[in-house]
């Protein structure tokens, strides 16, 4: 499977199901691993040194944050502040995601692959 389908998936759920908290919360989750699983094959295509004691996750932001690339450096903060939001709408079920979520619509589409 691509990492595109995840974020169509994404996209049909907030477009469609906007008024629904588990759909909203559901589609910021597979926004996040849309761009995780791009990005990781974005690390491994380029080669780029990863951290092998770290989780899986943060080993990937990591070696971006740290590839000496700027623009991967900057999709690193994007993918770290993504994997916040996704632990928060999983994690954080006490707490209304307001619908729409805003920050979800500002997110734009990735290029796949992400290979510079």
């Known amino acids: 499977m691509l990492p ?3 974020l169509e998936v994404a996209k049909e759920w907030a477009a469609n199901n906007s ?3 588990g759909h909203v919360r ?34 990937i932001i990591e070696a971006l944050r740290t590839s000496g690339d ?6 690193s903060k994007a993918l770290k502040d993504l994997k916040a939001m996704r632990e928060a709408a999983d994690y954080d079920i006490e707490h209304k995601v307001p619908a729409p979520c805003v920050q979800c619509r500002s997110l734009r589409p990735l290029s796949w692959p992400l290979n510079p």
Do not use: W
């Not at 910021?28 to 791009?38: M, P, T």
């Not at 700027?70 to 999709?75: A, C, E, G, T, V």
């Open 26 to 59: 559901s589609s910021i989750s597979r926004a996040y691993y849309a761009a995780f699983h791009s990005c990781r094959d974005t690390v491994e295509g380029l080669e780029i040194p990863q951290q092998s004691h770290l989780p899986s996750h943060k080993r």
């Open 4 to 6: 595109e389908v995840f």
């Open 70 to 75: 700027r623009d991967l450096s900057k999709l």
């Open 19 to 21: 008024e629904s908290e």
